[in-house]
């Protein structure tokens, strides 16, 4: 980070590539044998999990290489680096990498990253190590870039044979090692498991684990099988990126959707956004919007609508449709899963533009406060930043009586849309915009 006038400039240097990550993301394409040493492996690597991130610049240069990162900071002790992050229209979050396992689905990135992240990846029999396991699609790669992997002193070797034999016992494969970074390649199929001594540790998961159960469930220090389909399979069998984003992935058969109801909610939600812009348009402005959240995600068709525009889109999941959030993975976006009952773990003022179709109904069938939930989405969006409600008539009257309390009047305009195939019956579109407050209005 450097001071420039008035300005900020991240040249996206850090501990372990100190000529800048541009160069560093070449360095590990050449490592990894990547097709004109683009990180995005000719669009097979979309996803990935930057732990540890700091100010994210190896997501934000990730981006030129139509690769989106979830920046995480297990612990954001320096200088609130996420909502630097977040405040460069990087896509990043908070998180606790401690007893739970972390809020994404199992096989959602392509590539993990860890560079100097300081977490002891050895801690409780390798768990957090396993819960990144879970987390990497078949193939997948972790890459760990620290003195461990180099540096030749006792403390520092003894940390690397353990690390080298855990990632062993895991049926991790060493894919490429040179000067300070290593990279570990997960198996394509369970070949490996099955070959292991029974009482070789760490052990496999239990039948009945799921791997998918995400929201407040215990980390497992075990390894989770791939399902016969997936072995059958020899990995994910996801389009390559951008076909990827259309594509019925594979892992709809799991929660029920057809090929046809993919295709149909793709299509609904391309015509409700420009529906949405068509409202807008008199008040928004070039670039008005970056950082976008949509609090009832689906399977990612308001995301996959925006494609087009330069924003990213946090796709969050309610609790009770978690299901459905590996789809949004499997398009090649990113997420998360939340109960909107609670404060989402964000820093206030990080987004520019809210999305909330049905979220209000939902929270009220389940006995929770609307009024909270407008005061956290005031909280967490930007001032000039907009908010598009669409519920039942009934809500919508409700929420318009509060707008003006929490100055969102500008910009305001309420429509009747189109029913169409999503509709659970008539709805109200709600469009209203933060202002920035002034004298006048902090004047009692």
């Known amino acids: ?79 609130n680096q996420i909502q630097f992050a977040l405040e460069r229209g990087i896509p990043a979050t908070l998180g606790i990498l401690g007893t739970k396992r972390l809020t994404y689905p199992s096989r959602s990135f392509e590539l993990a990253h860890c560079s100097r992240c300081r977490i002891d990846w050895l801690q409780r029999d390798g768990i957090l190590l396993l819960e990144l396991d879970r987390l990497l699609r078949p193939g997948g790669y972790f890459v760990y870039t620290s003195p461990e992997a180099y540096a030749h002193d006792p403390e520092n070797q003894k940390i690397w044979n353990a690390m080298s034999d855990l990632s062993k016992r895991m049926c991790w494969k060493v894919a490429a090692k040179k000067e300070q970074s290593v990279v570990w390649a997960k198996p394509l199929t369970n070949s490996c498991y099955s070959k292991r001594d029974p009482w070789t540790q760490p052990p496999l998961c239990n039948s009945d684990d799921d791997p998918d159960a995400i929201w407040n469930v215990s980390m497992k220090a075990c390894i989770s099988q791939y399902s016969a389909k997936v072995h059958r399979d020899r990995g994910s069998r996801l389009a390559p990126w951008p076909q990827r984003l259309t594509t019925p992935p594979p892992r709809l058969e799991e929660i029920g959707v057809s090929p046809e109801e993919f295709q149909e909610d793709t299509s609904i939600w391309h015509f409700r956004v420009i529906e949405y812009w068509k409202q807008m348009k008199s008040v928004i402005q070039r670039n008005s919007f970056r950082n976008v959240m949509d609090m009832n995600s689906q399977l990612g068709g308001f995301a ?30 990113i997420g998360t899963v939340h109960d909107w009952c609670e404060a989402f773990s964000t820093y206030p003022r990080t987004y520019d533009l809210l999305h909330a179709w049905a979220v209000f109904s939902d929270i009220e069938e389940r006995g929770c406060s609307a009024e ?46 189109r029913v169409d195939a999503l509709s659970s019956g008539e709805e109200r579109v709600l469009i209203a915009r933060k202002k920035l407050w002034d004298d006048e209005h902090t004047t009692m």
């Open 304 to 333: 996959t609508a925006l494609n087009g525009k330069d924003v990213w889109v946090m796709n969050v999941a309610p609790v009770h449709v978690s299901a459905k959030l590996k789809i949004v993975y499997d398009r090649g976006l």
């Open 1 to 79: 980070m450097v001071v420039n006038g008035d300005k900020i400039n991240f040249p996206g240097g850090g501990t372990h590539f100190h000529t800048g990550a541009d160069k560093y993301i070449v360095a590990l394409s050449k490592m990894l044998k990547f097709p004109d040493f683009k990180f995005n492996n000719g669009g097979n690597i979309r996803n990935v999990l930057d732990v540890g991130c700091g100010v994210a610049s190896f997501g934000a240069y990730l981006l030129s290489h139509h690769v989106i990162a979830m920046s995480l900071a297990p612990n954001d002790v320096h200088e």
């Open 372 to 417: 909270d939930l407008l005061i956290e989405m005031d909280r967490i969006l930007r001032p000039n930043g907009f908010v598009i409600i669409r519920d039942k008539p009934s809500v919508i009257n409700y929420i318009r009586k509060l707008v003006t309390a929490l100055k969102w009047d500008d910009g305001l305009s309420e429509v009747e849309p």
